[in-house]
């Protein structure tokens, strides 16, 4: 009977701290999932005619998905295309009919990518038809929110050009691993924005 008492009481306690992980999970979620404030940037490209808006949601604990976005935006304006960058909520204000291009970055959270871009891809008609680039951002673990994008953006019609995973822990580049894994990620950001110019100015065949 003492033996039963035992394994009762260590099952209740399972339980009990199961339930709590699982509420404190939740709350962690909603949380980071929640839409961040409104802002934006601007980057001149040299006598440019087209325009980029690069979106993204902002991770409430790091700013890696800031940083990637701006270091893709100076790459672009930096080959003479002009860079907007936006979170959600700003994006959300703006009248998107005017860009000839776009990058939507994804947040990873529990293995998918982050509510607010998966919904302004969702909601943002005017995307379709022009050119889409996806990154994808997570400590390490991307390749199902990475599918899970794709799929995303492929179902709402996009013409996705491009996509890159950046990661805050994992190595970017494993020929640089004596420098800060951000500035690695905000150098490949920066050349991943010069060379999506060049494919935006192909796909218009300009």
Request: net charge positive.
């Amino acid at each position: 009977m003492k033996q039963q008492a035992r394994y009762r009481v260590i099952f209740f306690r399972l339980i009990v701290t199961l339930v709590i992980v699982i509420i404190g999970w939740t709350a962690l979620t909603l949380w980071v999932e929640r839409k961040g404030p409104a802002r934006y940037w601007h980057f001149s490209g040299s006598n440019s005619t087209m325009k980029v808006l690069v979106v993204f949601d902002p991770d409430p604990i790091y700013n890696l998905d800031e940083q990637v976005c701006l270091s893709i935006a100076k790459g672009i304006a930096g080959n003479r295309i002009d860079a907007t960058v936006a979170t959600v909520r700003r994006a959300e204000e703006m009248d998107a009919s005017g860009f000839d291009g776009f990058v939507l970055c994804a947040n990873t959270y529990n293995w998918a990518p982050d509510w607010s871009i998966t919904q302004f891809a969702k909601s943002t008609t005017v995307m379709k038809h022009r050119p889409v680039m996806a990154i994808t951002l997570g400590s390490g673990s991307t390749q199902r929110s990475q599918r899970v994008f794709h799929e995303l953006l492929s179902q709402q019609g996009y013409a996705l050009i491009g996509s890159r995973t950046l990661w805050l822990m994992r190595p970017n580049d494993e020929a640089r691993m004596k420098e800060s894994n951000i500035d690695v990620a905000k150098s490949i950001a920066y050349r991943t924005g010069i060379q999506l110019a060049d494919s935006i100015r192909k796909f218009y065949n300009q």
